[in-house]
């Protein structure tokens, strides 16, 4: 596996395996990874021929400055953990080879899906999402891109950056990772306290209840009944939604589109997560 930090020393590298045909998938990340970044990378393997992992922590998208620097980083067992998993090359650039005239975001009109659920609760989340990602796609050219389900409204938001900038690149989802009781894996349960850490599978357990409930009653019903199993967990509930997998618009009822999915976002502690399951 080849390290690269600098965008110039992995442009003769893509250009090469272009030139020969190969086919390069590419898995961004922000590091400290675990078994769903695995799972992305084993896609990815599945159907290219070179694949690229980046880990950068974007701060663009950071909208609270204590979480960036609570950010875990670890990139030498990560670097390990890609080694092993079979990855060809990891890019590691710094602040300056993705912003080199400074920390600035495009602005992005992703047609109202960045206005739901993250978007209300982190402004310009998306916005610094979109500009790096689309830096990250000029810099390595992958014909196929894996981003995780857990982060639904990012997949989102991505595919639909890749229409309005009409990019060469497939997007390929990839489903959630869970731990054995249910947790979505995440670089932010390291931070999560023993107790926290035991309680935080109860969002699962909640979107499962949550997705049986729905089917006889209405989204407002469900979102009650959701709103009160948080009341008797140790977490602190954000947000709760039901809403259309296309538009991420909220929904009434089942009979208003052909995939329906819950997003939860919670705070466990001062740490917050997030998860969602598709209901129809
Ligand atoms: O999902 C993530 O880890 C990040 O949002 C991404 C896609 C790597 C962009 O910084």
């Known amino acids: 596996m080849i390290l690269l930090h600098k965008a110039e020393a992995l442009k003769p590298v893509v250009d090469e395996l272009r030139k020969q045909g190969k086919r390069i998938g590419f898995v961004p990340t922000m590091g400290a990874l675990h078994q769903g ?8 393997i599945a159907q290219n021929d070179f694949n690229i992992v980046s880990i950068f922590v974007n701060p663009t998208q950071f909208n609270n400055p204590d979480d960036l620097k609570k950010y875990p980083r670890m990139l030498e067992i990560d670097q390990e953990l890609l080694s092993q998993a079979g990855c060809d090359a990891v890019f590691v650039p710094d602040v300056e080879e993705i912003y080199p005239e400074g920390e600035l975001t495009e602005k992005f009109d992703f047609k109202g899906l960045e206005r739901q659920m993250e978007g209300r609760f982190r402004p310009g989340h998306f916005d610094g999402v979109g500009t790096v990602v689309k830096r990250l796609f000029e810099i ?4 196929n891109a894996y981003f995780g389900e857990k982060d639904f409204q ?8 890749v229409e309005n900038q009409k990019l060469k690149v497939n997007i390929v989802p ?7 009781d249910g947790l979505a894996m995440s670089s932010r349960n390291l931070l999560l306290s023993p107790e926290m850490r035991k309680e935080a599978p109860v969002i699962f357990e ?3 209840a949550a997705k049986d409930f729905f ?3 209405s989204a407002a019903e469900t979102k009650k009944f959701v709103e009160n199993l948080f009341e008797q967990s140790l977490l602190q509930l954000e947000y709760f939604e039901i809403a259309d997998e296309e538009t991420l618009q909220t929904v009434e009822d089942r009979n208003c589109c052909i995939h329906i999915r819950a997003f939860v976002a919670a705070f466990a502690d001062d740490i917050r997560l997030i998860d969602n399951l598709r209901f129809q």
């Open 37 to 44: 970044h695995l799972s992305l990378l084993h896609h990815a």
């Open 140 to 143: 390595v050219k992958p014909d």
């Open 154 to 161: 990012q997949l989102r938001i991505i595919q639909q950056l």
């Open 174 to 180: 990839v489903p959630i990772k869970r731990e054995e």
């Open 206 to 208: 909640i979107l499962n």
């Open 215 to 217: 089917i006889e009653h």
